[in-house]
C-alpha cells in the first residue's frame, strides 16, 4: 500500500508529493497531461511563494523577479514594493519542469492517467484510476478549480456573487516595468506579469464571457504597450469562485484550488497551493490529519478576505470606479494590502 497517493500534478500536488517525500512517505501522482504542462494562469509567484518554492528544494525555474504590484486606472496609477524580497514571474511550463524534476529526484513516481472513482474501506483509500487501481493510506485531491473528486464526495458548496473567468496569453515584447500590472477598466481587469527579458503574460478577469481581444480592446494604453506578436494561444480558466464544504473527508484530504478558490484577481494562488501542501503533509506526520481544516483556514483566512472584498467592490461600477483613486490617496493602506498578499 502507498502512503500517499496525490490526485493532479499541478503546482499544489507536486508540491504535496514533494513534501511527503521529504517526510519519507512513498507517494505517488497521478496526472493525466503530459509535462510540461502548461494553464491560464497570470504567472506572478508572491515572494513567500518563492520562497516556500527553494524550501522545498526546487531549482529555480526561469523567470524574472518582479518588485511589486501597481494598480492602474486611467491616469490613476499606485504602486507597492514588496517588503521581503521580490516575486518571481514564472511561466507555468518553468515552475511545472522544475517541480517534476525534483520530485522525480526524490523517487515520486508520476503514473499517467485520471482518478476517477475513490473509496474508502478501512484504513486504505481505493483509487480506481482510468487503467487500473492504486491502494493508498492518504488520498490528496489536488485536481484544481472544478475538482472532480470534491465534486464526487459532495463536498461542493453553490457558489455565491458574481462568476468571473480568466483568459491568459503571452506577447514578445520587452518588459517595460518591473512590477505586477494590474490594469482596471469597466467591466474586467487585465493582469500583466513579466516572465522574461522578451516575454509578458496578459491574463484579462472578468464576469463577462468575450473573446480575449474584446476584452483586451477596454486597455487602449496597455493595448498601446504590446507591439510585439501574441505568441501563445488563448488560454482560460473559470467560474474561478468556488466553495467548499470541507477540506478533510476522512481519508481524503483537498489541497491548492480543489481546496476551494476566491478568484485570480491577487494573485496568490500559487502560493497558497504551496503552503497549504505543506501543512497538509505536517499534520500526516503528526499523525493529526484533522488538523489541516484549521491550518488551511489559518494560513488562507487573510488572502481569501482580502480578495472577496476586492471582487465584491469591483461588483459594484461606483465603488469599482474608485478602488484605484482610493488607493492612490491611502498608499499606506495599500501598502499593508499588498504586503499581506505578498
Ligand atoms: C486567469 C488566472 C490567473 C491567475 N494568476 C495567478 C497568479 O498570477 N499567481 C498565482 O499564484 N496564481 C494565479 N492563479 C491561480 C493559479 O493558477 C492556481 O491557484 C494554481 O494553478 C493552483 O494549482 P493546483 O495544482 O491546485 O491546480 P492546477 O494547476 O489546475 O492542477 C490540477 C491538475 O489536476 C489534474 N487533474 C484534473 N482532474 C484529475 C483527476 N481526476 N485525476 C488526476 N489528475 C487530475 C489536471 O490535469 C491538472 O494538471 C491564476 C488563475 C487564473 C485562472
Redesign the pocket.
Known amino acids: 500500500m502507498i502512503d500517499v497517493l496525490v ?7 507536486l508540491a504535496t508529493a514533494i513534501h511527503a517525500a521529504l517526510a519519507g512517505m512513498e507517494t505517488v501522482v ?4 503530459p509535462g510540461p ?1 502548461d ?8 515572494p513567500t ?1 518563492a520562497a516556500a518554492l527553494a524550501d522545498l528544494g526546487v531549482a529555480a525555474p526561469e523567470g524574472r523577479p518582479f518588485l511589486g504590484i501597481r494598480y492602474v486606472y486611467g491616469r490613476h496609477r499606485v504602486q507597492a514594493e514588496f517588503r521581503n524580497g521580490p516575486g518571481l514571474g514564472v511561466r507555468r511550463t518553468a515552475l511545472h519542469a522544475a517541480l517534476a524534476a525534483r520530485a522525480r529526484d526524490l523517487g515520486v513516481r508520476v503514473v499517467p492517467g ?3 472513482e475513490v473509496r474508502t474501506a478501512g484504513e486504505a483509500v481505493h483509487a480506481r484510476l482510468t487503467a487500473g487501481e492504486l491502494r493508498a493510506r492518504w488520498l490528496v485531491a ?4 472544478h475538482s ?2 470534491r465534486a464526487r464526495l459532495g463536498l461542493d458548496l453553490p457558489s455565491r456573487g458574481p462568476r468571473r473567468y ?3 496569453r503571452h506577447y514578445r515584447v520587452a518588459p517595460w516595468t518591473d512590477f505586477v500590472e494590474v490594469h482596471w477598466a469597466p467591466g474586467g481587469e487585465a ?1 500583466v ?1 513579466p516572465v522574461a527579458d522578451d516575454l509578458v503574460g496578459v ?1 484579462v ?1 472578468s464576469g463577462e464571457r468575450r473573446p480575449y481581444d474584446e476584452h483586451l480592446a477596454r486597455f487602449p494604453a496597455l493595448l498601446a504597450r504590446l507591439d510585439g506578436p501574441p505568441v501563445t494561444p488563448v488560454r482560460g ?2 467560474p ?1 469562485r468556488q466553495r467548499v464544504r470541507r477540506r478533510v473527508a476522512g481519508r481524503v484530504l483537498l ?4 481546496a476551494g ?1 476566491v478568484d ?1 484577481l491577487t ?7 504551496l503552503l497549504s501542501a505543506r501543512a497538509l503533509v505536517g499534520c500526516l506526520r503528526a499523525g493529526r490529519p484533522e488538523d489541516y481544516e484549521t491550518a488551511w483556514r489559518r494560513l488562507s483566512w487573510r488572502s481569501r478576505l482580502l480578495t472577496a472584498a476586492l471582487v465584491r467592490a469591483r461588483g459594484h461600477p461606483p465603488a469599482a470606479r474608485l478602488i484605484v483613486p482610493a488607493a492612490r490617496r491611502l498608499p499606506a493602506v495599500f501598502r499593508a494590502a499588498v504586503r499581506t498578499l505578498a
Open positions: 490526485a493532479g500534478g499541478g503546482p499544489a500536488g497521478v496526472e493525466p497531461r504542462i494553464k491560464a494562469c497570470g504567472e506572478g509567484l508572491m511563494g485520471r482518478v476517477a489536488a485536481d484544481g478549480l472532480p473528486i480568466g483568459l491568459r493582469y506579469t491574463a478577469l480558466a473559470g474561478l489541497v491548492g484550488d480543489a478558490y485570480a494573485g496568490e494562488g500559487i502560493t497558497l497551493a
